[in-house]
């Protein structure tokens, strides 16, 4: 498997392509521990519970139209779909998966930052369900 630079991520929220106002994305899928030690054991035994998966994005606000604003603001308190490629060119090809999930969009930060700041907004998503990579086992 080669290294890869991130340097053109696609970020597609709701089937509109927000990449160009992204500049830090981590997808995060983690699972409950669940311990299973009984009677007589010398050690802790675990096994997986339930997944737990989030993402956090950091936008670069816009406000315009069909800008980053616009698009996530109609979607609050709602799940919309995710999609996220490491590199946007050939998405979704074996070295360059496009991973997909649902996310319940929870929160949105409309100014954050201080004087002479770039204005963003960091924001955490939970996933609701799974994350599936496309193409699947590469």
């Known amino acids: 498997m080669a290294k890869m630079v991130l340097t053109n991520v696609?970020?597609?929220?709701?089937?509109?392509?927000?990449?160009?106002w992204v500049d830090n994305v981590a997808l995060e899928e983690s699972y409950a521990d669940v311990?299973?030690?009984?009677?007589?054991s010398t050690a802790k035994t675990r096994m997986a519970g339930l997944g737990d998966h989030k993402v956090t994005i950091d936008f670069?606000?816009?406000?315009?139209?069909?800008?980053v604003d616009a698009t996530v603001r109609p979607l609050l308190g709602s799940t919309t779909t995710?999609?996220?490629t490491?590199?946007?060119t050939n998405p979704g090809t074996t070295g360059n998966p496009t991973y997909t999930c649902v996310v319940l969009v929870?929160?949105?930060?409309?100014?954050?930052g201080k004087i002479g700041d770039l204005?963003?907004?960091?924001?955490?998503?939970?996933?609701?369900?799974?994350i599936t990579p496309t193409p699947a086992g590469f």
């Not at 929870?106 to 954050?112: A, E, R, S, V």
């Not at 204005?119 to 799974?130: M, N, Q």
């Open 10 to 20: 696609q970020v597609m929220l709701n089937s509109v392509n927000l990449s160009a």
């Open 35 to 40: 311990d299973t030690t009984a009677f007589g």
């Open 60 to 67: 670069q606000n816009d406000w315009a139209i069909a800008a």
């Open 82 to 84: 995710l999609t996220l």
């Open 86 to 88: 490491p590199n946007a």
């Open 106 to 112: 929870n929160q949105w930060k409309d100014i954050d």
């Open 119 to 130: 204005a963003k907004s960091s924001i955490t998503w939970p996933v609701s369900g799974s």
